[in-house]
Every structure is written in C-alpha cells, then in structure tokens.
DNA sequence: TGACATTGATCAGTATGCTGAATATCAGTA
DNA sequence: TACTGATATTCAGCATACTGATCAATGTCA
C-alpha cells in the first residue's frame, strides 16, 4: 500500500493548508485582515456587480450555505452591500462598496506575493507545469464536488 | 492582475474541495463512514502503536488542537483506543483496536481507487508529475504553515 | 388559474483548521 | 528543594465546508 505522504488527497490537504497560512501572514503583514476565500468573493463582486449569492458561489466553486457566512462577514467588515434583488425577491445583490475597493486594490500585492512565496521551492517552469496540471485535474474532477465551478455565461 | 483561477491558492482549494468529495464518495460507497483525516490518523496510529497526540498531529501536519477532536472522534467510533502514559501522565497514548485494525485494511481498496478518481483528468505521467511537483513545493513550504510535519525520527 | 417543481436563501448540525489561553505535568538547575 | 521553562492536552472562539431541511418566491404547464 502507498504511503500516505505519496496519496494526491494527502499532499491536496498539506498544500492548501500551507497556501492558507502564507496567504494571512502575507495579507497580515501587509496591514489586511482578509482570509483567502473572503479574497476570492470581494474579487468576484468586484468583476460581476449585481450579481445574486448563488451565482458568485458558482463562479468560485464555494458551496452555497458556505457563501452566506463569508458575505455577510464582508457586509460586517463594509466591504460588501446586499440588498433585496427588485427582479426576484428571494435573491439578494451584492455589489462591492468604495471601501471594499480600496480594499481590494490595496491587498493585491500582498496576494500576489503570496502566490509565489507557496511555489518558492519551485522553479519557474515547475510552477507553471503544477498550475496548469491542477487546472487539468481540477477540470476534470469538477463536477465530483458538491460545489463545482459555473461559469456565468454557462447560466 | 492574474485570475483567480490561475492563482494557486485558488487550485489548491479547488483540488482539496475536490479531493475530499471524491474520498467520501469512494469510502461510504464501500459502506464505511470515514474522513480524509480521520483516515489519516488511523493509518499513522497503525503504523506508530503507543504514539502521543503530538506526535501524531507532526506524523501527518495536523494541527494539535484539531487531533484532538479527530481522535476523540475514533474512539467514539471504537477505532482508536486511549489512555493515560505511565511514563508521561499528561501524554495519551493512541493504539488501534481490532476494530479500527479491521475497517483500516476493509478500507484501503476504496482510498486507492479515491486517489485515482480525483486524478483521472491526467495521464499517468501527469499524475506522477502532479505528486512530485506537490512534495517538493510542500517540503520547500513545510515550515510556512503552523501545523509542519515533523518525522517522528527528527523526535 | 392552480398544482408542482424549481430556485435563492437560511438554519441546524457536524468536521476540519486555526489563534490564544489555561491547566497539569515534567525536566533542568540554582 | 524551590524555581523556571518546556511540554501535552484541553478549552473558547472564529472561519471554512459540507449534508439535509425549511421557507418564500418564481416559473411552468396542463
């Protein structure tokens, strides 16, 4: 039997688990407090304003009971508006306030950074080849999760 | 600024989402009812009988605080047994039951077949370029993280 | 139009993961 | 031996993630 240390689904866990923890210090340090999933929801606001919460957990793979505590933290920090959609009333639309675009602009470098710092045993061309092959396998095991990845125009 | 689907913080959520979902999927279908990580201990405390909660926590990255909950969580389930060190009384010492010894082996053929599923977007060169590429940018990231693994021999 | 399925959001419950603090114990030393 | 620092565990609290259920609003189709 394999090792755990050699299993994909063991070094998935250990790498995102380090991706996190260089993401806050970054951030942290930059003077942000913002974890990277609330990061990947002001991002998407940011891109699509207007849009209803299960349309954005679809354009970032979150799952949809997941996405209502991370708005609402945003709403809380005034990163994030939500107000009652006049079209559908079930739906809420999120837009991204002036100071969550501050915001967003302003911890980008830090993200950025961050990005290389969890490839920083990596050589250039390493890094793109692991980018690209998690693109693959996240592509293909996409709709194995509970909260696959819906692009807008697919909507 | 890049996407955040190219941002390999964003991948490495998107391929742990995906990782879990297709071990739970893979084990409950095989009629057992076990987490990534519960699994995980179970295989480390197999391997390492008598073993203390901090070690084992440094054996696969885990958290201390978050064994804490998954071993109470075997052993409710009657997989791991635990008690008082005679040497050191504020340690526990972990070792598997029959029981746990049994599900460890009935289980395995679905972890493996797991690991191949959420893999099975790339040839088998890919795979193993994906694992390499994930060890070797984890050991250059090990020490980012709260939670390093720390091999019991460096103990 | 009226029954029905669908959809957006929320809630209760469970399981990771983390921070920081508290508690008990151990080990080394003055 | 008393003190000090280190260590093993636990606890409180917060933030993902998921399952399954509920509720209100919408859309569809006979």
């Known amino acids: ?47 699509n304003p207007g849009i209803d919460q299960v349309t954005l957990a679809g354009l ?6 997941t996405i209502a505590g991370v708005v609402e933290r945003l709403e809380q920090k005034g990163l994030l508006a939500r107000q009652e959609s006049l079209r559908d009333r079930r739906a809420r639309e999120l837009t991204i306030t002036s100071g969550g675009r501050k915001v967003f602009r302003g911890i980008t470098p830090a993200v950025e950074a961050a990005q290389e710092t969890m490839l920083r045993g990596l050589t250039e061309k390493e890094a793109k080849d692991l980018v690209h092959l998690l693109q693959k396998a996240i592509a293909a095991g996409n709709d194995l999760s509970r909260a696959p990845l819906r692009s807008a125009a697919a909507v």
Chains 1, 2 share one sequence.
């Open 1 to 47: 039997m394999k090792a755990i240390h050699e299993m994909p689904g063991h070094l998935a866990r250990r790498f995102q688990q380090i991706a996190v923890a260089v993401f806050l210090a970054e951030v942290e340090e930059a003077g942000y407090d913002l974890t990277p999933v609330q990061y990947a929801a002001l991002a998407a606001v940011s891109a």
């Open 60 to 65: 970032i793979a979150f799952d949809r009971t």
